[in-house]
């Protein structure tokens, strides 16, 4: 019998945890604090350890069999605090081959200083990863599923009305953010768990498994200026303009290495979630942009490192129509995941033409969207992708406008372009 919790909303990755778990031994499901993992896991368990136990620490460091159990799968939740637990749960599953022995959890991943050198085996083909992200609309009942992005790829779509959405309900989904603790907080205080989460991140997490110092001035900094370049193709070099133009202090970051030094803390900690680059042949143009959009995992990170609010989003267009996008674009990378693809995104830097997101499915075919907050932008998005369809060599299987202020679910009759709601998508 699992030890699901009560109240646990269903995850789109509980599918591929059952199907992992009938293959593998073992899985690790790994991403952000505070995404679900815990909840998830016990959602698939007949048994757990917490590692941040002391007891179980305790333990654990001594032996990391002492702390193995009869019930499986048994769920060793931030394994990492104790590095051995990884190989000794290998050796586990090296011993009879039984499937769907343990699952792991983890919200930082190992750095070759920190204990890496005490993970003596990858665990190939017996501990299978698994990313986890923060909540899509879908996970948390605010899209109504009515496009689904595989329904889209063999033209089956639910067209007509489905609910009017305005702005400053989008603008609270955006300052909300996928954290399933926040998922039914009222409104005055759904900004308290971001702002929170930021703070944790400069004032502990950046030291977790870390033996380089770093200054927590500094990453804030640096968190400043990835929240102000949210969902652009913003170089090392530009966020440091940015930051001699914003921040007023004499402790400075002075060079693109410390962007990389300080940027790879975040990337441990499962909060940079950057859309590489499509490459694709188009126009014989050499000159296709090779630049991530940056994001940080959720929109809400970057909100509350801005001190963002509803209100403030509703009075600044251009930079809600930015966190929008990345909103957007966080819920096409746990779809694109949940069918096995990939997110990117385009920019031909010869004519300027570009697609907000591309996704790549497994078997090689894409589709293209563009994104809009609101419905007076139609026209020119149906435009992009027209003409991004007339030059690309290789043709997108669908092309779909994804908006945030839009009631219906439609196909426009010319191009056959899909126009749907950002709260009606659904993998």
């Not at 921040?247 to 900690?269: G, H, K, P, Q």
Request: hydrophobic fraction near 35%; glycine fraction near 8%.
């Amino acid at each position: 019998m699992s030890l699901t919790k009560e109240g646990y909303r269903r995850r789109l990755i509980d599918d591929k945890i059952t199907r992992y778990l009938r293959v593998f031994g073992a899985i690790s499901i790994e991403g952000p604090k505070w995404c679900g993992k815990t909840w998830t896991g016990l959602n698939h368990a007949n048994s757990v350890s917490y590692v941040t136990d002391q007891s179980v620490l305790n333990l654990a460091a001594v032996d990391p069999k002492y702390i193995f159990m009869k019930e499986r799968p048994q769920l060793i939740d931030e394994w990492q605090a104790v590095p051995g637990i990884w190989d000794a749960v290998r050796h586990e599953c090296d011993s009879d081959h039984e499937k769907g022995k343990f699952i792991l959890t983890g919200s930082t991943s190992l750095r070759k200083k920190s204990g890496e050198n005490k993970v003596h085996h990858t665990g190939t083909g017996r501990i299978a990863p698994v990313r986890m992200h923060p909540m899509s609309l879908f996970e948390s009942g605010d899209s109504s599923g009515g496009a689904s992005l595989s329904g889209m790829l063999v033209g089956e779509i639910n067209e007509g009305y489905v609910r009017k959405v305005e702005l400053d309900e989008i603008a609270r989904l955006i300052i909300r953010g996928g954290w399933p603790e926040n998922i039914d907080m009222t409104e005055e205080d759904i900004g308290i768990i971001p702002e929170s989460y930021i703070d944790a991140v400069v004032t502990m997490d950046m030291h977790e498994r870390q033996t380089k110092k770093r200054s927590p001035q500094k990453m804030r900094m640096l968190l400043h200026a990835l929240a102000r370049h949210e969902s652009t193709v913003a170089g090392d070099k530009t966020l440091l303009r940015d930051i001699e133009d914003y921040e007023n202090s004499e402790e400075l970051i002075e060079s693109r290495a410390t962007i990389a030094d300080y940027t790879s803390v975040l990337d441990s900690l499962f909060l940079i979630a950057n859309q590489e680059a499509f490459s694709i042949h188009y126009r014989s143009s050499a000159r296709i942009g090779k630049s991530a959009k940056r994001h940080l995992v959720d929109p809400s990170l970057s909100c509350a490192s801005l001190h963002l609010t509803v209100d403030k989003l509703l009075n600044d267009h251009e930079t809600f129509g930015l966190m929008f996008e990345a909103l957007a674009e966080r819920d096409l990378r746990i779809y694109a995941d949940v069918l096995g693809g990939q997110l990117y995104h385009f920019r031909d830097n010869a004519s300027g033409d570009e697609v907000d997101a591309i996704v790549e499915f497994k078997d090689g075919g894409y589709a293209a969207f563009e994104i809009k907050l609101s419905d007076g932008s139609i026209q020119d998005a149906i435009g992009s992708l027209s003409k991004f369809y007339k030059n690309v060599e290789k043709k997108p299987e669908y092309m779909c406008v994804i908006v945030g202020h839009l009631d219906s679910v439609m196909r426009d009759p010319k191009t056959g372009i899909y126009v749907v709601p950002v709260t009606s998508l659904q993998p």
